[in-house]
């Protein structure tokens, strides 16, 4: 089972920037690398996706806002968020899949990220 260490959440005003990274563990490379994120009573989503060729997809709320980016010889997957609003404030988790809609099982801790004046 992979493991994940998420790290660079925090306070931001609205407006502010973040930039969130996340290592996999293991020396495997897998296809996909994604970052989820999960508002309190509200369900896990996806919300960017990049492939080992640099191919990216955004969910609409965070296009044009939300960068992803990827070192493959690290395992790592960065989330660079600029423009924040209260609605982004959430628990951020980062993932590998072999697709994207095929996740491979486990996720780390999250690394939360509040939107507030």
């Known amino acids: 089972q992979v493991q994940y260490v998420e790290s660079g959440g925090g306070l931001v005003q609205p407006g502010g920037s973040l930039r969130l990274s996340c290592t996999a563990s293991g020396s495997r490379v897998f296809s996909f690398m994604g970052w989820f994120r999960q508002a309190p009573g509200k369900e896990r989503v996806l919300v960017a996706v990049?492939?080992?060729?640099?191919?990216?997809g955004y969910a609409d709320p965070v296009k044009g806002r939300f960068t992803i980016s990827r070192e493959n010889d690290k395992n790592t997957v960065h989330l660079q968020m600029s423009s924040l609003k209260p609605e982004d404030t959430a628990a951020y988790y980062c993932r590998v899949g072999l697709s994207a809609t095929t996740w491979v099982n486990g996720w780390g801790q999250g690394t939360q990220v509040t939107v507030s004046s």
């Open positions: 990049i492939a080992t060729d640099g191919a990216t």
